[in-house]
């Protein structure tokens, strides 16, 4: 089977998530990491490219650690208010 080439990769990120991420090295095969930027929040990380088209995404932004856990509920906190953050951290202290 034939490699992507670095095009047909950014093609296949965008298909899959329009201009959210951009991918700052060339890519190397599904294996191999790369750097990545996520468009919405300015956040670099590292992913190997296979699980990035498996679902991988920010994980500053996408709950993968307490810190990103407290920065969402500080975000909703700012939109909504005191009722819906009870609520969240309810739910966050049964994931704990």
């Not at 329009?18 to 190397?28: M, Q, S």
């Not at 920065?71 to 309810?90: H, P, T, W």
């Amino acid at each position: 089977m034939k490699r992507k080439t670095t095009e047909e990769w950014i093609k296949q990120v965008y298909d899959l998530v329009g201009d959210e991420y951009t991918f700052l090295e060339e890519y190397k095969g599904m294996e191999n990491p790369v750097v990545v930027r996520h468009n919405k929040r300015g956040n670099k990380y590292p992913v190997r490219a296979g699980n990035f088209a498996c679902g991988k995404r920010c994980p500053y932004c996408h709950g993968n650690s307490k810190k990103a856990e407290c920065r969402i509920i500080n975000d909703i906190f700012e939109k909504v208010g005191i009722e819906y953050i009870i609520y969240c951290l309810k739910i966050i202290k049964k994931k704990w």
